[in-house]
């Protein structure tokens, strides 16, 4: 667990993990071998990637976002120097719900060389919904598909979600998800409190590094530690109450949400996880990325600023009445289709056309062990502070070796700069040293003087 959140295993949201887990096992048959190169992306890889891959493929969530834009021109620097097909799954646009591309248009030329880059090397590119589709459509581009979010195909073109219920009671298990920036500023905070006033059984997950630290670590250092609304801060009632978890592994994270009634909240993940485990759940959307994705998988879901407003509209007891889960269940075989044909028109096999439809990756994540949901750390017993404090020993042991070998580096490279400077200064006169400071005289000794330093 330590190591896991150290290395941030799922780049800062766990969110990533559903629809990249969901991506390695459609792509695996029998023919294929699926490699991840995890989080970073280094161009200087691309010359090893042209070598031993076939393909590059990259799912992706709302890339098209003014804080994404860093990350998004080193990933088309490295596309650019591919010579293999590249196929983007899914990737969104960011902004409001009202559609409003105003606030994209700072990035649009980076947009711009990344779809481009992408479209040199693939028949298409899929776009998660309505929005992004328009979106690149008025930049120019034409093959553009919309095929939503590959996490939804976890189980191909079989979705089993309905109500076991006829009616949420104070007694229903009910999850519950949402982001920093939507308790801060979007009024998801009175929606938390109201439902845990109103459900004993009520469970916030988070998906944050920054949650996942402060659950195990009480660690306060982060930006999102001034959200004290937030479930996950330790001043919250349901922090001390044990009612927060956060996964960092969708087996784990989908396997406890299979025994709970209800899911809603602002996390288009969250609730597509707790969907993936046949339980019902609702979106309240505050943005463009989670509203066209309801839309065209037909999720039920909410405007967040709407319900927000209203206490009585964000009553899960409601949500769950009035959340039909016809449209997503009874056209997913469609949308099934529609993805399978992009994968298909891009040189893709899949695992349900042209595998075992996924039963020897099923049977592979349940051999491993993952470490459960990462609990308020609410315990002072020997156990719990034996194992943290172990791992810290193990890295204090680590820095150590690795301090001690950058002082030798230091040492040595310090040694070369003295023994350069002081053969420098015993040249003959005649010299071309000599010479050269003669014709350019203080920006050598200035070099000189840097060299020792």
């Given at each position: 667990m330590e190591e896991a959140l150290h290395r941030d295993v799922f780049a800062t949201n766990s969110g990533n993990l559903i629809f990249s887990d969901a991506a390695h096992k459609i792509l695996e048959t029998p023919g294929t071998e699926v490699v991840s190169n995890g989080i970073a992306t280094d161009a200087a890889a691309a010359a090893r990637i042209n070598e031993e891959y076939d393909a590059f493929v990259v799912p992706l969530a709302n890339a098209f976002r003014p804080s994404f834009e860093s990350g998004l021109k080193r990933l088309?620097?490295?596309?650019?120097?591919?010579?293999?097909?590249?196929?983007?799954?899914?990737?969104?646009?960011?902004?409001?719900?009202?559609?409003?591309?105003?606030?994209?248009?700072?990035?649009?030329?980076?947009?711009?060389?990344?779809?481009?880059?992408?479209?040199?090397?693939?028949?298409?590119?899929?776009?998660?919904?309505?929005?992004?589709?328009?979106?690149?459509?008025?930049?120019?581009?034409?093959?553009?598909?919309v095929i939503g979010c590959p996490s939804l195909f976890m189980h191909g073109g079989q979705l089993d979600v309905h109500k076991r219920a006829v009616a949420l009671t104070p007694e229903s298990r009910i999850a519950i998800n949402g982001s920093h920036s939507a308790v801060r500023s979007q009024g998801l905070d009175r929606v938390i409190a109201d439902a845990h006033a109103r459900y004993p059984h009520?469970?916030?997950?988070?998906?944050?590094?920054?949650?996942?630290?402060?659950?195990?670590?009480?660690?306060?250092?982060?930006?999102?530690?001034?959200?004290?609304?937030?479930?996950?801060?330790?001043?919250?009632?349901?922090?001390?109450?044990?009612?927060?978890?956060?996964?960092?592994?969708?087996?784990?994270?989908?396997?406890?949400?299979?025994?709970?009634?209800?899911?809603?909240?602002?996390?288009?993940?969250?609730?597509?996880?707790?969907?993936?485990?046949?339980?019902?759940?609702?979106?309240?959307?505050?943005?463009?990325?989670?509203?066209?994705?309801?839309?065209?998988?037909?999720?039920?879901?909410?405007?967040?600023?709407?319900?927000?407003?209203?206490?009585?509209?964000?009553?899960?007891?409601?949500?769950?009445?009035?959340?039909?889960?016809?449209?997503?269940?009874?056209?997913?075989?469609?949308?099934?289709?529609?993805?399978?044909?992009?994968?298909?028109?891009?040189?893709?096999?899949?695992?349900?056309?042209?595998?075992?439809?996924?039963?020897?990756?099923?049977?592979?994540?349940?051999?491993?062990?993952?470490?459960?949901?990462?609990?308020?750390?609410?315990?002072?017993?020997?156990?719990?502070?034996?194992?943290?404090f172990g791992w810290l020993h193990s890295r204090i042991t680590e820095l150590s070796v690795d301090n001690a070998q950058l002082k030798r580096e230091l040492a040595r490279t310090r040694a070369g700069a003295k023994a350069t400077a002081k053969a420098a200064t015993v040249v003959p006169a005649t010299s071309v040293y000599r010479r050269a400071r003669r014709a350019v005289g203080r920006p050598i000794r200035r070099a000189l003087r840097s060299a020792q330093q």
């Open positions: 088309t620097r490295l596309i650019t120097r591919l010579r293999i097909p590249v196929v983007v799954l899914g990737v969104g646009a960011q902004t409001g719900v009202s559609y409003n591309p105003a606030r994209l248009q700072r990035i649009e030329p980076t947009v711009r060389e990344f779809v481009s880059a992408v479209l040199d090397r693939s028949a298409s590119i899929g776009v998660r919904g309505e929005f992004t589709e328009q979106y690149l459509l008025d930049m120019g581009f034409r093959d553009v598909e009520l469970r916030f997950v988070g998906q944050n590094l920054s949650d996942a630290r402060q659950l195990h670590w009480r660690d306060l250092s982060d930006a999102n530690a001034e959200v004290t609304a937030m479930p996950t801060h330790p001043d919250h009632p349901m922090y001390r109450e044990d009612k927060v978890r956060v996964y960092i592994d969708p087996v784990t994270w989908i396997d406890d949400l299979r025994s709970f009634d209800f899911s809603f909240g602002s996390r288009i993940h969250g609730n597509i996880a707790a969907l993936l485990a046949g339980t019902p759940a609702t979106v309240l959307c505050g943005d463009s990325r989670t509203l066209e994705l309801c839309r065209y998988f037909e999720i039920p879901h909410q405007r967040l600023d709407k319900v927000a407003k209203n206490p009585a509209a964000a009553d899960p007891a409601r949500l769950y009445e009035q959340a039909d889960f016809g449209g997503l269940v009874g056209g997913h075989r469609e949308r099934f289709e529609r993805f399978t044909a992009f994968l298909d028109k891009n040189g893709l096999e899949n695992t349900f056309s042209h595998g075992d439809g996924g039963a020897a990756y099923e049977e592979r994540m349940r051999s491993l062990t993952f470490p459960a949901g990462i609990r308020p750390w609410n315990e002072t017993d020997l156990a719990s502070l034996t194992s943290r």
